[in-house]
């Protein structure tokens, strides 16, 4: 079974940056797309960025575009999210997905596992 386990979160200041990193432990791994969401108290679930492990193509939410990039290191089977020019607005809880085949990148059902979640915090 595999599993992913997200790291790097913790608390900065608006303009600072952060790394995310989702290691995918388990059976070989074999997912299709990776994925970053993230959820701040009271509200849905977001899509932040995807990336499609064939070929590094990548994809993000209009609000974090520009400012977030989203990577993969295919020995490690990671994935991480280097996030620059961070805003109180992205403070949230981040997590990493993984989903197989075609998928709607943004749609989080699509996605077949899940991390734990690792909390951002930008402060003002």
């Known amino acids: 079974q595999v599993q992913l386990v997200e790291s790097g979160g913790g608390l900065v200041q608006a303009g600072g940056s952060l790394r995310l990193s989702c290691a995918a432990a388990?059976?070989?791994?074999?997912?299709?797309?990776m994925g970053w969401f993230r959820q701040a108290p009271g509200k849905e679930r977001e899509f932040v960025a995807a990336?499609?492990?064939?070929?590094?193509?990548?994809y993000y939410a209009d609000s974090v575009k520009g400012r977030f990039t989203i990577s993969r290191e295919d020995a490690e089977n990671t994935v991480y999210l280097q996030m620059n020019s961070l805003r109180p607005e992205d403070t949230a809880v981040y997590y990493c997905?993984?989903?197989?085949?075609?998928?709607?990148?943004?749609?989080?059902?699509?996605?077949?596992?899940w991390g734990q979640g690792t909390q951002v915090t930008v402060s003002s």
């Open positions: 990336i499609r492990w064939s070929d590094g193509s990548t």
């Open positions: 388990g059976r070989t791994f074999s997912w299709s797309f």
């Open positions: 997905a993984a989903a197989r085949g075609g998928i709607v990148v943004a749609q989080k059902s699509q996605y077949n596992i």
